[in-house]
């Protein structure tokens, strides 16, 4: 997090990815049959979503380096975003987050699907209204195109 604020994304990503690593190998080793490391022999119930908790957090901050970047990779931001709203359907800034990148990725259906649910959880924010204006506006260029078209 300190990375982020001190906006040396490149160094948060890689710390990110680290830290997933890590959550994986913890999360396995209580699979049955999986290697368990004398450290995370038996999670309990509270310990497992912690660290589930924890991944999110991780996919979440992940996908907002990765805005920062002067070359956005909004197929890996998508990808982040939606694994964060497998586990937690509601999150907000993963809602936005994958807004913006289904918005940048030409999908302007999907963005404005995840556009509206954020919306719909944050009303006021003026980025998402920002973003939904914007897609309406390329949606209605789409087919005002496609009826030219015919």
């Given at each position: ?79 982040y975003?939606?694994k964060v ?13 994958s807004?913006v ?5 030409g ?15 944050q ?20 087919s005002?195109?496609e009826?030219?078209?015919?």
């Amino acid at each position: 997090a300190q990375c982020y604020k001190d906006k040396k994304f490149r160094e948060a990503i890689g710390k990110y990815h680290r830290a997933l690593l890590e959550l994986k190998a913890l999360l396995l080793s209580q699979e049955p049959g999986g290697q368990r490391p004398p450290a995370a022999a038996g999670l309990s119930e509270e310990q497992r979503q912690a660290v589930e908790a924890i991944e999110v957090d991780c996919y979440n901050s992940l996908a907002a380096c990765l805005l920062q970047a002067e070359l956005v990779n909004y197929e890996r931001v998508k990808e982040y975003c939606l694994k964060v709203l497998q586990k937690e359907g509601e999150n907000f800034k993963a809602l936005y987050r994958s807004g913006v990148a289904f918005y940048h990725l030409g999908d302007f259906n999907k963005a404005l699907y995840y556009l509206k649910e954020a919306r719909a959880r944050q009303p006021t924010d003026t980025n998402v209204i920002r973003y939904i204006q914007l897609t309406e506006m390329k949606l209605s260029r789409c087919s005002q195109r496609e009826k030219e078209a015919l």
